[in-house]
């Protein structure tokens, strides 16, 4: 795989890591309470500022932390087998996404156990500094793990086939497009807009960006199977 | 005289405890401010709000939290939309 095809895979996996939205709802519940509790609009930027670094951090060290395990695991040439089983995890992951991602429900509930809700709920709340707001951006990533595993290990396949300093670059790609979500909800509470109007927007569209997640998961499966699995069996790609 | 009245919490698997008027006030007021409304119309309609809870409780003598704030959701509804929508999403956002 040349390394513009390999980057266009990132690109793809980070989009769909982007259009889940654990993430963006915690920072949604922090700037509110933020706001609510009068804090300054300094603080509420240093607060969500930090819950984006910890964010940003996390799927650093998640990506980085899949991608050295394959490669110690299979080296620099992975098995047609461990192609396909990605691949198999893709189109599983991308139909649970359409099935479970969101609970049927108003508001934007996701899968996540109830007790877990409440748990990020309160921790949102409670957080008043900025460190606190990092480890909520990092626990806010790992709380995702079940369904960004498929975008991550995708990536980390890609990735460890590529020389050592387009790896960097991958992860940097990777990093920034799985942010944009959170990149973007920052700037508008940053420029002073209505979180009834966010939320609205995330609440009227759940159902589209789920199922764009869960599409994004199949299509990217489909690609990454027909090129790396049937391409080079039949010798064709 | 403030009345005193029991508020029976979620799924009744923890103990009743007292209605206490103040922290509905600030939930109110919080989400007033979450809607980015100046403090002073925050804390009048927090106040107006509380007093038709305060007269729905006077009432029914048995409510549970959730009736609290399904009332007075659908009373800040009227002073303010944009607030009664956050303070309604705000369990419901995770």
Known sequence: MDIASSLAI????????????LSVSVLTLLSGHAIGSKHSHARLMRLTTSFLFGAGLMTVLLLSFVALVLLSLFGLHTPQVIW???CGIMFGVGISVWLFYYRHEKGTTLWIPRELASYLTERTKATKVSGEAFGLGLTSVIGEIIFIIAPLTISGLVLIQLPAVWQIVGIV???IVSMLSLITVWMLIGGGHSLSRIQ????TNKHFMQFMSGAGLIILGFFVYVFEVLGSTTGLI | MEVSFDIIKRGGKRQS???LRHKLHASIVAACLSARTPEGQAESTAHAVCEHVVNWLSKHPEVTSHDIRVVAGRHLKNY???AAYLYEQHRITI
Not at chain 1, 200 to 203: F, L
Request: proline letters at 7%; charged letters at 15%; aromatic letters at 14%.
């Open chain 1, 10 to 21: 990132v690109t793809l996996a980070g989009l769909i890591h982007t259009s889940f939205q």
């Open chain 1, 84 to 86: 396909a089983m990605t």
């Open chain 1, 173 to 175: 790609i990777y990093t």
């Open chain 1, 200 to 203: 609205h927007w995330r609440e």
């Open chain 2, 17 to 19: 405890e007292p209605f």
């Open chain 2, 80 to 82: 303010h939309p944009e």
